[in-house]
C-alpha cells in the first residue's frame, strides 16, 4: 500500500475536499427543499383545513330566537347542510358595518344557511338593529355569551363558515368581506 506524500497528498486532499463540499452543498438544498416543500404544504393544510378529518367540530348550540318567544335557533336544526355562523351585537361598531353587507349577500344566497347570534345585547336594541339593517336570516339570542364562549369569541364580530358536517372550515375575526364570503362558501362545499 502506498502512501501519499508531498505535492501527491495536497492535491488528493483538495480534490477530495472539493468533493465533499458539493456533496454537503447537494445535501443541504435537498434538506432546504424538503423543508420549504412541508413548510408550505403543512401551512396552506393549517390554513385552508385540507382533508377531511383535520377540520374541528363546531360547538353545537341551541338558543332562543330572536324576538319569537317560545321558538329556537339549533345547529342540530340545519343537518346536513353548511352552514354560516355569525356572532355580532347592536352596540358594536364593526358589526353595524358587516351586518348590512351579510343582509344583501344573503338574500342573493338563499340556499346557503346563515345563522346570526346576538351577544351580550338587549332584545329591543337587537331587533331594531336587525330591522333596520334589513336581516332576514335566522337570529339566535345569546345575552349571556354561552355560545359565544364555546365557540371561543373573545370579540365582535366574528363569523365561522361550517361544512354539511358541521365542521369549522373557516373562520374570520373582524368585519367580513364579500371575498371572504365567496371563498369560504367554496370551501364549506368542498369540505362537506
Known amino acids: ?14 480534490r477530495l ?20 416543500v412541508s413548510v408550505t404544504t403543512g401551512a396552506g393544510r393549517a390554513a385552508s383545513g385540507h382533508g377531511r378529518g383535520s ?20 345547529l342540530s336544526g340545519y343537518a346536513g347542510q353548511p352552514v354560516i ?15 348590512p353587507l351579510l343582509a344583501r349577500w344573503h338574500d342573493l344566497h338563499r340556499n346557503v344557511v346563515l345563522l346570526g347570534l346576538d351577544e351580550n345585547d338587549t332584545v329591543a336594541s337587537a331587533l331594531a338593529f336587525a330591522r333596520a339593517k334589513g336581516v332576514s336570516y335566522p337570529l339566535a339570542f345569546d345575552p349571556d355569551m354561552s355560545v359565544a364562549s364555546a365557540y371561543g369569541v373573545d370579540a365582535l ?17 373582524g368585519v367580513v368581506t364579500s371575498a371572504q364570503l365567496a ?3 367554496s370551501l364549506m362545499r368542498a369540505a362537506g
Open 1 to 14: 500500500m502506498s502512501r501519499l506524500s508531498g505535492p501527491r497528498a495536497i492535491r488528493w486532499m483538495v
Open 17 to 36: 475536499t472539493g468533493r465533499h463540499k458539493v456533496i454537503a452543498a447537494g445535501v443541504a438544498i435537498f434538506v432546504a427543499m424538503v423543508i420549504a
Open 55 to 74: 377540520y374541528p367540530a363546531a360547538p353545537a348550540f341551541t338558543a332562543a330566537a330572536l324576538g319569537e318567544p317560545g321558538r329556537q335557533v339549533s
Open 85 to 99: 355562523v355569525n356572532f355580532w351585537a347592536s352596540w358594536c361598531t364593526p358589526c353595524q358595518q358587516e351586518t
Open 157 to 173: 364580530p366574528q363569523t365561522f363558515f361550517l361544512n354539511a358536517r358541521h365542521q369549522i372550515v373557516a373562520h374570520t375575526v
Open 183 to 185: 371563498s369560504s362558501l
